[in-house]
C-alpha cells in the first residue's frame, strides 16, 4: 500500500484509510462500467402491453329481428309448442389478453307480457331451443335452451381459462307455448334487449 | 476407433460455438432508450367460425424509430454481418409460437422477420462509422393464446467479420 500511496496526489493521500477506499472505489466503480456496459449492449428495451379485454355480442340479422309466431285457430291452446320464424345465431365472444381471466354475461331483459290491446300473453309463455353453431373452429358454448322471464335474466355465461377468445352461441329457434287459449289477437310486437358484458 | 473420435468431434463443437455467436454490440433507441407499445386485437369482431389463428391475433407497431448500433473500433473499416438475436425465452410469451415481429427499415439496415430464438441477418456491409444507424418501424403480431401479461425484452445484436 506503501507504493500505491506514493502515486497518488497530494490531496487523495489526507489519510491511508481514505486511500484505500477511493482506491476500491475506483476499482468498484470500474466494475460496475464494465457491467453496464455489458448490459448497454443489449438496452434497447421494447415493452408490448397486451390489449385491454373485450366483449362482443352478435346477432347474424341485420337490424332488430322480429320472431312471429303463427297459431291458427285449429292449432290454439292444443299444447303443442309453436315455433318462430326465424331462427337466429346469438354468438358472444370474450377476449383476454395477459394474465386475468375475464367472465362475460350474456342478459336478456324482457317485457312482463305481450299485449293485444287489454289481452296479454305472459312472456314465459316463449322459449327457445338452442343448436351448436355449426362450422367453429374456435369452439363454441353452448347455450343452454330457457323461457323468458320478465326483467333481466343470464342466457349464458363463459370464464376464459387461458389468453385468447372464448365464445358462446347458438342457434335459437323460439317457441310459443301454447298451452292456453287467448283471445284471437295480433300480440306484440315485445322487445327483449340482449346485453354482453365481462368482469373484471 | 470411432469411439475415439466421436468425443473428438464433440470437443470442436464446443470449441467453435463462441466464434459463431459474434460479438454482442450495444443498440439504443433515439431518443428513447426504449420502445413501449400498446396493442390492439387484430379482428375486432371475434366470431368462432373465424381461424382461431387469426382471432386470436393481437398487433402492435411502431412508427419508424431511429436505432443506434454502437460498432467497435476493431469493426470499424471491415465487411461484417450483424444478427438480431430475439431471446428464446420472452416474458409475457408462453411459446415461439405465440410472436412474431416483422420488422421495416430505410435502407441501411435489412428487413426482416422473427420469432423467440432466431437469429436473423440485420445487417451486412463495410462499416463507414460508428454508429451504424437507420429508422425502424416494427410491427409485432402476437397470439393472445401464449400471453399471459405484459411482454418486456431486448433483441440484441451480433457483429462478426465476414
Redesign the interface.
Known sequence: MKNIDRRLPREMTASCDNQRTVVRKIFLCAATATLL?GS????????????PG?V?L?INFAGTPTITFNVTAAQMGNGIPVAGTPTLEF?M?V?????TDLTATMTATAPAALFSGANQIPITDISWTSAA?A??????TVIPNGSFVAGPQTIVSITTT????F?A?GDLTFYFANTTVYTQGTYGPASVNYTASRSP | MNIHRIPCGLLLGLLLLPALAGT??????VP??????????LV?????????AQ??L?I?ESAFTE?LLNIPAAYVGKNVQIFLIMPPQIP?VSGPAGMEVEWRTQGVFLPGKARPGERVLFFQGVIQQSPLRDRVA?K?Q???????????????YEIEQR
Open positions: 456496459h448497454l449492449a443489449s438496452a434497447a428495451w421494447i415493452t408490448i402491453n397486451p390489449p373485450a362482443i352478435r354468438e365472444a377476449q383476454r389478453a395477459g394474465p353453431i362450422g367453429a373452429p374456435g369452439g363454441t387461458a389468453g385468447g377468445n365464445y352461441g | 454482442r454490440i450495444e443498440s439504443l433507441y428513447g432508450p426504449n420502445l413501449n407499445l400498446q396493442s390492439r386485437w375486432p369482431d371475434a366470431r368462432a367460425k373465424r381461424d382461431p382471432a386470436n393481437f402492435a436505432m409475457g416494427y409485432f402476437m397470439d393472445a393464446r401464449y400471453n399471459n401479461g405484459q411482454v418486456r425484452f431486448d433483441p440484441f
